[in-house]
């Protein structure tokens, strides 16, 4: 793998960097104070051409790819968590999905408006009793006519209350479990949609966390995404490249506090001198920096292996598995080593503490992706012949696909 960024990737990262430092940084600890939803920033991003970036051009996009897609998101992490989580939401997910599987009647309804930001995307899988297990979803798909009626209640939907266009999955047919799943475009408009409670969390505050409910939803045919059946193929996937915007995500957060470490480090004197020269100190700032430089590349491989059309199941578990556990402690040192100081709120790391915990737990727990990397590397096709030259030369010898 090439580890050299092209002047774009480069472009691009220092555009949003830019951005986060001067724009976003200064105002993300009152967003998370206030729990207020980062409108405006989002807004700018759009300007920014950041919103739907990976997108072709024909559809409003800025043609970048998962490469730059993941930078982004990692200088936007960094400086403020909840407005990354609703970008790669928008971006990962919900343009993602209806670019590759919708209809370019659906594409030409939609995109457009979402790389401008003139809406927000969701997507919605998760329900209360339907986590990890997400093939046991409840919510039902009637078609009646030439409209389908819809009805249950989703949960934890990441833009939820704000979004335009919520992509969904309800069953079609029960009886079929996983492979009677569809997925539909709902917008918050149709008779019988309405927002729940809206989710009060310990982290991410300033982002929208809402429940969905479903009373004979009247949802058009033609905002069907895909065939009968298949909406659980599309939602695992897209599910495979979200998981490297969340390892972006951890990135983020993670250098965020490395970050503030080596500043506090620099300037808390104890003993007479800098608290960065004592060894105790030292030693976790190398260990978090180590971890993160990593993080930082296992996310840009999966990143790549997308870009050149190559499947990245596994390395895509892999970067969210490792950057989500190297973000919990790199937040857990950084309080760590301001003392007293990190566990209030006047300094950021109490936040990126609270920020980082979720990373383990959504889009994936962190014993779902060692069952999906353990299945990976153990299936029949990933056992190379001993006498094979290409063991282990693209992608450390782990064979890409399968099932999870």
């Given amino acids: 793998m090439d580890f050299h960024l092209t002047d774009a990737q480069r472009l691009i990262r220092d555009m949003v960097r830019e951005f986060a430092d001067k724009e976003l940084a200064p105002i993300a600890g009152e967003l998370d104070r206030l729990k207020r939803f980062p409108e405006k920033p989002l807004q700018r991003l759009a300007e920014l051409g950041v919103l739907g970036m990976t997108m072709p051009p024909e559809y409003g996009g800025a043609g970048a790819d998962a490469v730059s897609g993941c930078l982004a998101l990692m200088e936007i992490s960094r400086a403020c968590a909840s407005t990354a989580v609703a970008v790669s939401l928008h971006n990962t997910l ?3 999905i209806i670019h590759r599987f ?3 009647e659906q594409r030409r309804r939609y995109l457009p408006a979402l790389c401008r930001g003139e809406i927000l995307g969701a997507f919605s899988l998760t329900e209360p009793a339907s986590g990890s297990d997400a093939a046991s979803l409840r919510t039902t798909a009637r078609l009646r006519g030439d409209h389908y009626v819809l009805n249950g209640t989703k949960l934890f939907v ?14 079609t047919d029960p009886a079929q479990d996983a492979n009677g799943i569809t997925a539909f475009l709902v917008e918050p408009s149709f008779p019988g949609f309405r927002v729940g409670k809206r989710e009060e969390k310990m982290g991410l505050r300033a982002s929208d966390t809402a429940e969905l409910v479903l009373e004979d939803c009247l949802v058009p045919v033609e905002h069907r995404i895909g065939q009968e059946g298949e909406g659980f193929k599309i939602a695992l996937a897209s599910l495979v490249y979200g998981r490297a915007g969340i390892a972006a995500q951890a990135v983020g957060i ?5 970050d503030a470490s080596i500043r506090y480090a620099k300037e808390r004197q104890q003993f007479g001198r800098p608290i960065g020269q004592f060894q105790a100190i030292q030693w976790k700032l190398a260990n978090m920096a180590t971890e993160i430089e990593a993080a930082r590349l296992l996310t840009l ?3 790549s292996l997308k870009d050149r059309g190559l499947p990245c199941l596994g390395e895509s578990s892999m970067a969210k598995l490792f950057a989500s556990e190297v973000a919990n402690r790199a937040a857990n040192e950084a309080v760590q080593i301001h003392g007293g100081y990190g566990y209030i709120q006047d300094f950021p790391v109490e936040r990126y503490m609270r920020d980082a915990r979720v990373l383990t737990i959504y889009e994936g727990t962190s014993e779902i992706h060692r069952l999906i990397i353990a299945r990976h590397i153990l299936a029949p096709s990933a056992w190379p012949s001993p006498h094979s030259e290409e063991r282990g030369r693209e992608t450390g010898g782990l064979r890409s696909g399968g099932d999870p």
């Fill in 254 to 258: 993670a250098q965020a506090c490395l």
């Fill in 102 to 104: 919708g209809t370019e």
């Fill in 158 to 171: 990441t833009n939820g209350s704000r979004a335009g266009v919520v992509i969904l999955f309800a069953s």
């Fill in 94 to 96: 919900t343009c993602e």
């Fill in 301 to 303: 491989r999966a990143a």
